[in-house]
């Protein structure tokens, strides 16, 4: 599977929705470029998108993802970039 939406990707593994091992990749449309970014960034996000989930474990899914390469930010090099998500965020991946 491939997710088009940080905040609802995640939010869709962490409910159980779609397993992790599944995940190809998730392009988003953030631009963290530094650790303070990703910081603040999920900070945001867990008082908004991620409130129902306790403890590290969005951090910690968002560490693995992040350090498998699976997470992709277009905007790091096109400001300009942006994909919709009206068809949903997931996108499944043919072999």
């Not at 953030?30 to 650790?35: F, G, Y």
């Not at 129902?52 to 699976?70: N, P, S």
């Not at 790091?76 to 009206?86: A, G, K, M, R, T």
Request: hydrophobic fraction near 40%.
């Amino acid at each position: 599977m491939i997710g088009l939406s940080l905040s609802f990707c995640i939010k869709d593994i962490m409910h159980g929705n779609v397993a992790e091992g599944d995940v190809t990749k998730i392009i988003t449309s953030t631009a963290a470029r530094t650790e303070a970014d990703w910081d603040r960034l999920i900070a945001g996000y867990r008082q908004t998108y991620w409130r129902a989930f306790e403890g590290d474990a969005v951090v910690a899914l968002i560490q693995r993802l992040r350090a498998q390469g699976k997470i992709e930010q277009p905007r790091l090099h096109d400001p300009e970039y942006f994909h919709s998500i009206n068809d949903g965020c997931w996108v499944a991946e043919f072999v």
